[in-house]
């Protein structure tokens, strides 16, 4: 019996090696923050793709591990004690598999709570804010006639990228010379404003160059290029 019997999810998308991470994602700006992190600490993941919509990230299986239907989600069989855990929210998934591992994340604790507050800074700000603006600018909310939506996120987002400018004057990386799961959480963001949005020209981003050096530094990384694909979209 597999310790994965015990988690729903696995009998819809059932594991092929359910002795490792399993990882339930879409290669997302929020989903790649997890699939970059596996890859750079060197852990053994096996993916599965979970679609937009009711037979996916919308199904009773899906919020059996996630009752908020959102990926990225994951379990891991060799959890804390040795036991299997199902977990939700990138950042906490973040948080997890750096403590799990030792890696990306400050052992000093001043420095670890600096790292943690970037984290977080993605999570309540850039996440929210780019993708509202993302929504206004590019998908569904681009036909509202009443552009002050758009407006507000737009100048919003702008606000946030001068927020990373300023932090990363004179730094290679969010903390300094060190990467960690705090330049996984925002790069992918950063990244989708302009391969997801088209966004680049309007929001002037080239103007942000700490921002555009640091973002093309860490897209050049080996593990953040395979993370980026992760899950293969089903052909």
């Keep these: 019996m597999s310790s994965l019997d015990q988690f729903p999810i696995n009998r819809v998308w059932p594991a092929q090696n359910p002795g490792i991470i399993q990882l339930y994602s879409i290669p997302t700006p929020n989903g790649v923050k997890v699939s970059i ?11 599965h793709f979970i679609p937009f919509g009711e037979n996916g990230t919308g199904s009773e299986a899906f919020a059996t591990l996630n009752p908020n239907g959102k990926i990225p989600a994951i379990i891991d069989p060799n959890g804390p004690g040795g036991k299997p855990i199902g977990l939700f929210e990138s950042g906490a998934i973040l948080v997890y598999l750096a403590e799990k591992t030792g890696k990306l994340i400050p052992t000093d604790p001043h420095d670890r709570y600096e790292c943690l507050q970037w984290v977080f800074f993605q999570m309540g700000g850039i996440g929210p804010m780019f993708g509202q603006f ?3 600018y ?7 006639e009443d552009k002050r939506p758009l407006e507000r996120y ?13 932090r990363l004057d004179g730094r290679a990386y969010i903390l300094g010379d060190d990467y960690t799961i705090a330049d996984i959480a925002i790069v992918g963001w950063v990244r989708g404003l302009a391969t997801g949005y088209g966004a680049e020209e309007v929001l002037d981003l080239q103007s942000y160059a700490n921002v555009v050096r640091w973002r093309d530094s860490i897209l050049q990384r080996p593990a953040a290029e395979r993370g980026l694909s992760v899950p293969k979209r089903p052909e």
């Design 138 to 144: 590019k998908f569904a909310g681009k036909e509202i």
């Design 154 to 166: 737009m100048n919003e987002t702008k606000r946030l990228l001068g927020v990373l400018e300023q």
């Design 134 to 136: 993302g929504y206004f």
């Design 37 to 47: 992190a596996l890859e750079e600490m060197g852990l053994d993941y096996e993916p």
